[in-house]
């Protein structure tokens, strides 16, 4: 095989675009092959050496550019490529079965509609509560990283707002504001960048990113008002609202994650729906 | 052809090169050229992130050979990537004879 040097400088400057991948022998080894096809194309058809390099890699594009594409695509077999898109609908499916759980168990919290609740029933609906934080984080992250094709900083934010949210479902369960606020800020986040793509538009922006806000927002809003403004609202009423009002909120939840996990199993994201366009 | 306008529509022209065959990266980008009668000149590195993209979304398979001492990376459609390719033209001809019969010219005087 013959040595062309132009190509061989070409190539090392790839090398530090995609430099630290486990593939970064293989895209080398590809894109040589390429150019040397194209060189001993150009060469037959009456170039010289030198000039058959300069034109094949001008055919070729930047390389600064090109190895930022290249990049932007993860390895084949990248674990955090398998764990966020094969198995990311699972997530989804699962949250939503956990809200669905959580919405069920919500009733038999109330003391008014069942006396005696019983410390196991509380901690075993935290507990509950928490994977269903949980797995929905997940599912934002494989919308994200979807997205993104990367774990960028938007996803980085996503994953921080669900570890806070968990560790608050855990730590206060009782202080709505807390962590229905984390998880609806993460959400918001991510249906907002989803919502332009095939991936969120629709059923998913609709249900995550408008339905469910607001209903969480009015439902966290009445629950600090009548729990503050005493004497207008019985303990009877507080229980019978609260056991109705979160029940929807969980409810919603699942149902946008149901949209999300078909949307994760069927939609395939173009590079045109990212952020930055390929230049064809 | 202003290679903006491809965008968006090279996962659509990849799959539909690699229905008739296994190809390399190289052979792939011919083949849009030839197909297209020279019309899409492609920056040909931008072809192999696409590729790749396909792969990683189970639409195409790839393996190694070896030619003239190199290593050739050629790709194969995968099930999913045929009915991918069945979807996305569907699509494309919806597009296309909705865009022309938008673009047509109607005849002068415009008679109701």
């Known amino acids: 095989m013959a040595e062309y040097t132009l190509i061989r400088d070409y190539l090392l400057a790839i090398d530090l675009g995609v430099q630290g991948r486990a593939d970064a022998a293989d895209l080398r080894d590809e894109l040589s092959d390429h150019l040397h096809s194209a060189v001993d194309r150009l060469c037959a058809g009456g170039l010289d050496s030198v000039e058959a390099q300069r034109t094949a890699l001008r055919n070729f594009g930047e390389p600064a550019l090109v190895a930022q594409l290249l990049a932007a695509v993860p390895p084949k077999g990248s674990p955090m490529y398998t764990f966020f898109n094969r198995g990311a609908s699972y997530f989804a499916f699962a949250a939503a079965a956990l809200w669905v759980l959580a919405a069920a168990g919500f009733p038999f919290l109330q003391e008014a509609l069942f006396p005696g609740v019983t410390e196991t029933a509380y901690v075993t609906m935290v507990v509950m509560l928490a994977f269903a934080g949980l797995l929905a984080g997940l599912t934002l992250l494989a919308v994200n990283v979807r997205l993104a094709g990367s774990f960028d900083s938007v996803t980085t934010i996503v994953a921080a707002l669900m570890v806070l949210a968990v560790a608050s479902t855990v730590l206060a369960p009782w202080f709505l504001p807390a962590w229905l606020g984390l998880i609806l800020a993460a959400t918001s986040i991510t249906l907002n960048r989803a919502k332009p793509t095939p991936l969120g538009n629709g059923s998913p922006s609709i249900l995550l990113g408008t339905v469910w806000p607001i209903l969480t927002i009015v439902v966290v809003v009445a629950a600090f008002v009548i729990s503050t403004v005493s004497g207008v609202f019985t303990p009877e009423l507080q229980d019978l609202i609260q056991a109705i009002a979160l029940p929807a909120v969980c409810l919603v939840y699942a149902a946008g994650m149901v949209t999300l996990g078909l949307r994760l199993r069927t939609v395939s994201v173009s590079q045109s729906d990212r952020g930055p366009l390929i230049q064809a | ?112």
Do not use: C
């Open chain 2, 1 to 112: 052809m202003n290679r903006e306008a491809l965008k968006g529509h090279l996962d659509l022209l990849v799959l539909s090169v690699l229905a008739d065959g296994p190809l390399h990266g190289y052979a792939v980008i011919e083949q849009l050229r030839i197909r297209s009668l020279d019309v899409f000149d492609l920056a040909e590195g931008t072809v192999y992130p696409v590729l790749h993209r396909l792969e990683l979304a189970g639409h195409l398979t790839s393996e190694w050979s070896e030619v003239a001492g190199r290593r050739r990376r050629s790709y194969v459609l995968t099930r999913s990537g045929s009915a991918q390719l069945d979807q996305q033209r569907a699509t494309w001809q919806v597009f296309a004879s909705s865009m022309n019969a938008v673009l047509v010219r109607k005849p002068w005087p415009n008679t109701p």
